[in-house]
């Protein structure tokens, strides 16, 4: 491949002004999950739930695998698949270092299946692959309505508990002190990652999902740690890396994952760098040594 | 003063399967008082405010709490945990860590931010953090997250303030200034307070009364009456030295008794920190 091909698969934008409102409800597919993304992945953050992140999203790939072959609905399988996995770490693994170990067991075995499944499956190989690597290319007004509905659970019940959430994550000694039941906010808030997760896995697949639920929300931490901007900027990372990476995968040949990773990592590697020279004046600088 | 009391024991008894911590205790705190409760590691301090907390239940006898039973999520209740340490990177400046007391147990989104906020800004002021209320907890010092911790634990005006070993790994001037933040809820809020410790000396100024815990028993009385030789010569079943250096308390030759983490050996040394 000489590069006038490399570029012409990987940017191509001849008759862009007539393709853009056909993916319209793509784009917006992409922009909902934007919203989940961020929202979700300050939790995630906070929580220290990365790499539970990761395992959920094995075993949610897992359960698309099994309704691809049986023929179910994909997202149904791939919801059910991360619900059941992201309770089942909820319910086992309450300290960090348990629940790790409980992860690394779990996840080889999830991926295992989906491999299992997926070779069993005699359709399109475009929707074996897709399950790993993202697919949203073509979404049609019932996709995206039960994505909205989804999304919309997701956020509606995030806004509910979040205040008791971010007491029991801080702090969980103090918060069940003062009647937080931490417990059923960590499996209320392991249930909601598990629907974000699947969500998530129908645009960059499941090997990539931290792109969007971790880093947005870990670059926003870089540069704020204000409550209420770390959401905003996180939530806005996200969405500028789907629906840029959406708008630039349009015209070319290849899937849509490795833009939107690579927008959510160039945003990481900005806020980063950002952070690094404010943390070198010092973000400490403090009125009563100033004077 | 018993009508008046916020915290109420009677023929209290803790026990762990065969292992009593504390039986019949009888024991009433009225507003405005500072209890210090003393003892070694393992003689049930901790589960003593475990059961104030409503987190660990007697094995008998009553405990009332501003006349109800003790329960979790006592709104009367402030609860000022053991230092420790936020890691660097936690998302949250040090006003928010104290806006989690006001109101962190709430359910769905915030509607008066701007009461939130004046609540907030008052709090910091009264425990002297104003200055550093954007800073992000993880990098302030030991010392000044733990009076953020005060501030969030008085947030919802308790009337009475639970403290568990809040002094460990400060340095002896934070010690003083965190000590002088409780007794002052003591003295100018009317708060209960009740301060679990192993070092008597930081606080010794604030406390009205210790109860001192000790293989499975207990005394109970003020500074002067229990830390003396032949008080805590009883309640170990040992000879106890309580040594006055320069007015502050040393305990020397309890069998399990605990300074500042370091075992003290049946010589009877005392730690360098004791003598500096």
Same mark, same amino acid.
């Given at each position: 491949?000489?590069?006038?091909?490399?570029?012409?698969?990987?940017?191509?934008?001849?008759?862009?002004?007539?393709?853009?409102? @056909?993916?319209?409800?793509?784009?917006?597919?992409?922009?909902?999950?934007?919203?989940?993304?961020?929202?979700?992945?300050?939790?995630?953050?906070?929580r220290? @739930?990365?790499?539970?992140?990761?395992?959920?999203?094995?075993?949610?790939?897992?359960?698309?695998?099994?309704?691809?072959?049986?023929?179910?609905?994909?997202?149904?399988?791939?919801?059910?698949?991360?619900?059941?996995?992201?309770?089942?770490?909820?319910?086992?693994?309450v300290r960090?270092?348990?629940?790790?170990?409980?992860?690394?067991?779990?996840?080889?075995?999830?991926?295992?299946?989906?491999?299992?499944?997926?070779?069993?499956?005699?359709?399109?190989?475009?929707?074996?692959?897709?399950?790993?690597?993202?697919?949203?290319?073509?979404?049609?007004?019932?996709?995206?309505?039960?994505?909205?509905?989804?999304?919309?659970?997701?956020?509606?019940?995030?806004?509910?508990?979040?205040?008791?959430l971010?007491f029991a994550s801080i702090d969980p000694d103090i918060a069940t002190a003062r009647?937080v039941p931490v417990r059923?906010l960590s499996?209320?808030?392991?249930?909601?990652?598990?629907?974000?997760?699947?969500?998530?896995?129908?645009?960059?697949?499941?090997?990539?999902?931290?792109?969007?639920?971790?880093?947005?929300?870990?670059?926003?931490?870089?540069?704020?740690?204000?409550?209420?901007?770390?959401?905003?900027?996180?939530? !806005?990372?996200?969405?500028?890396?789907?629906?840029?990476?959406?708008?630039?995968?349009?015209?070319?040949?290849?899937?849509?994952?490795?833009?939107?990773?690579?927008?959510?990592?160039?945003?990481?590697?900005?806020?980063? !760098?950002?952070?690094?020279?404010?943390?070198?004046?010092?973000?400490?600088?403090?009125?009563? @040594?100033?004077? | 003063?018993?009508?008046?009391?916020?915290?109420? %024991?009677?023929?209290?008894? %803790?026990?762990?399967?065969?292992?009593?911590?504390?039986?019949?205790?009888?024991?009433?705190?009225?507003?405005?008082? +500072?209890?210090?409760?003393?003892?070694? =590691?393992?003689?049930?301090?901790? &589960? +003593?405010?475990?059961?104030?907390?409503?987190?660990?239940?007697?094995?008998?006898?009553?405990?009332?709490?501003?006349?109800?039973?003790?329960?979790? *999520?006592?709104?009367?209740? *402030?609860?000022?945990p053991?230092?420790?340490?936020?890691?660097? #990177?936690?998302?949250?400046?040090?006003?928010?860590?104290?806006?989690?007391?006001?109101?962190?147990?709430?359910?769905? +989104?915030?509607?008066?931010?701007?009461?939130?906020?004046?609540?907030?800004?008052?709090?910091?002021?009264?425990?002297?953090?104003?200055?550093?209320? =954007?800073?992000?907890?993880?990098?302030? &010092?030991?010392?000044?997250?733990?009076?953020?911790?005060?501030?969030?634990?008085?947030?919802?005006?308790?009337?009475?303030?639970?403290?568990?070993?809040?002094?460990?790994?400060?340095?002896? =001037?934070?010690?003083?200034?965190?000590?002088?933040?409780?007794?002052?809820?003591?003295?100018?809020?009317?708060?209960?307070?009740?301060?679990?410790?192993?070092?008597? =000396?930081?606080?010794?100024?604030?406390? #009205?009364?210790?109860?001192?815990?000790?293989?499975?028993?207990?005394?109970?009385?003020?500074?002067? $009456?229990?830390?003396?030789?032949?008080?805590? &010569? $009883?309640?170990?079943?040992?000879?106890? $030295?309580?040594?006055?250096?320069?007015?502050?308390?040393?305990?020397?030759?309890?069998?399990?008794?605990?300074? #500042?983490?370091?075992?003290?050996?049946?010589?009877? &040394?005392?730690?360098?920190?004791?003598?500096?």
């Amino acid at each position: 491949m000489n590069w006038t091909d490399f570029s012409d698969a990987v940017f191509n934008f001849s008759n862009y002004g007539e393709l853009l409102p @056909l993916f319209r409800d793509t784009l917006l597919a992409g922009a909902i999950l934007g919203v989940v993304g961020g929202l979700i992945g300050t939790f995630v953050m906070m929580r220290d @739930l990365a790499f539970a992140v990761h395992g959920i999203a094995e075993l949610s790939f897992a359960g698309a695998a099994f309704a691809l072959l049986i023929g179910a609905d994909v997202i149904f399988g791939s919801l059910v698949g991360s619900i059941l996995a992201a309770l089942l770490l909820g319910v086992m693994g309450v300290r960090a270092r348990e629940r790790n170990s409980v992860i690394g067991v779990i996840m080889p075995f999830g991926l295992g299946l989906g491999i299992l499944f997926l070779s069993l499956y005699e359709g399109r190989s475009a929707n074996k692959f897709g399950l790993l690597t993202g697919q949203i290319v073509s979404v049609d007004s019932t996709q995206l309505s039960v994505l909205a509905g989804t999304a919309l659970v997701v956020v509606v019940g995030l806004a509910l508990i979040w205040r008791p959430l971010t007491f029991a994550s801080i702090d969980p000694d103090i918060a069940t002190a003062r009647g937080v039941p931490v417990r059923t906010l960590s499996l209320a808030f392991m249930f909601l990652l598990g629907i974000a997760v699947a969500l998530s896995i129908q645009v960059v697949g499941a090997l990539l999902v931290l792109a969007l639920l971790i880093t947005p929300a870990a670059a926003a931490l870089q540069v704020t740690v204000a409550p209420r901007r770390v959401v905003v900027l996180s939530v !806005a990372f996200a969405m500028i890396s789907t629906v840029g990476g959406i708008m630039l995968a349009l015209g070319g040949s290849i899937p849509i994952s490795p833009y939107v990773t690579t927008l959510s990592f160039v945003i990481y590697l900005l806020c980063r !760098a950002t952070g690094a020279v404010r943390r070198r004046r010092g973000w400490s600088q403090r009125p009563a @040594l100033a004077a | 003063m018993s009508e008046a009391a916020v915290i109420t %024991l009677k023929r209290a008894t %803790l026990a762990y399967g065969p292992r009593t911590l504390w039986e019949d205790l009888n024991l009433t705190v009225a507003p405005g008082e +500072f209890l210090a409760v003393l003892g070694a =590691n393992g003689s049930g301090k901790t &589960s +003593f405010l475990k059961t104030l907390l409503g987190m660990t239940q007697l094995s008998s006898g009553t405990l009332m709490l501003d006349g109800a039973p003790a329960r979790r *999520g006592n709104r009367t209740v *402030g609860y000022v945990p053991q230092q420790k340490n936020f890691a660097p #990177d936690t998302p949250l400046r040090a006003r928010d860590l104290v806006g989690l007391g006001v109101d962190g147990d709430k359910w769905g +989104f915030r509607l008066r931010g701007r009461s939130y906020r004046a609540r907030v800004d008052e709090l910091l002021e009264q425990v002297g953090a104003t200055s550093y209320g =954007n800073i992000p907890v993880g990098m302030l &010092s030991g010392g000044e997250q733990q009076r953020l911790r005060i501030a969030q634990a008085v947030a919802a005006n308790p009337k009475i303030l639970l403290c568990d070993e809040p002094l460990l790994s400060l340095d002896l =001037n934070h010690q003083k200034e965190v000590s002088a933040l409780v007794g002052r809820q003591a003295k100018d809020h009317g708060a209960a307070v009740v301060f679990v410790t192993h070092e008597i =000396n930081p606080i010794l100024e604030h406390v #009205d009364r210790v109860l001192y815990l000790a293989g499975g028993k207990f005394t109970l009385g003020t500074p002067q $009456e229990v830390m003396r030789s032949e008080v805590l &010569s $009883e309640l170990y079943g040992t000879r106890v $030295e309580v040594l006055a250096l320069d007015g502050r308390l040393v305990v020397v030759g309890g069998p399990d008794t605990v300074l #500042d983490g370091h075992a003290l050996d049946t010589l009877g &040394s005392v730690t360098e920190r004791e003598l500096s």
